[in-house]
């Protein structure tokens, strides 16, 4: 595994009570285990040249006596090989998974693992993915600063010559930015303008011609 995530407050929490050289020593030793997904060698004289701690052989003792257990095997440590087989399990999880053609439908399956210690997580690589990253397939709501595009104001003189565009948008841009919720998000503005134009009740121009020049006659004959 080539990369882990450190989380530095649980480590600060189980690591408080070593000396500097012997916090250093502990993090080179959990790197060379998950590095290798093998417990630490017995050959401690030849470990220790491999990790390049000749002159700390003592602070090496002290860390792998409080956080291994000496076994046959080597020094092994049950949290680590419980996070590292998490990890391979995983791993033939997401190539079967492959295999068959992606992931199954409807179902979170990431490519992380479950962290190497209480402070660290696995991953396949250095990213991260989170749901703010993720755009949404479900729309948008109209910006604050929306003004009527010259498209919009041609459909509106062509379709519905009856109406002015410009009062016809804002009061298009004062409803929908103070409508709330999910019936404030659209996903096609440009289709919305038009159905909100084509929707206008307006009262047609001959008829308030004939009612202004009803009211200019009544003034006359007064």
Known sequence: ???YKFEISVWNLHTAHL??????????LIDHYYDTEQPIGLDCKGMIRRLRLDGYEEQVITVLNEFFLNTENGWVN???????KAYKNQKKVNKNNGKAGGRPKKQD??????????FVTLTTNNKQETKNNVVSARGTRLPTDWE???????????ERPDLDPIKVSAGFKDYWISVAGAKGVKKDWDATWRN???NQK???LAIAKQSTDWWMNDRRIK
Not at 148 to 156: A, I, R, T, V
Request: proline share 6%; hydrophobic share 30%; with cysteine.
């Open 1 to 3: 595994m080539h990369y």
């Open 19 to 28: 000396t500097l050289v012997e916090e250093a020593v502990y993090r080179r």
């Open 78 to 84: 049950k949290h680590c090989d419980a996070k590292i």
């Open 109 to 118: 399956i990431t490519e992380s693992v479950p962290d190497g210690l209480p």
């Open 148 to 158: 009527l595009s010259e498209d919009q104001k041609n459909f509106c003189i062509k």
């Open 196 to 198: 909100w134009v084509r």
């Open 202 to 204: 307006t009262q047609p």
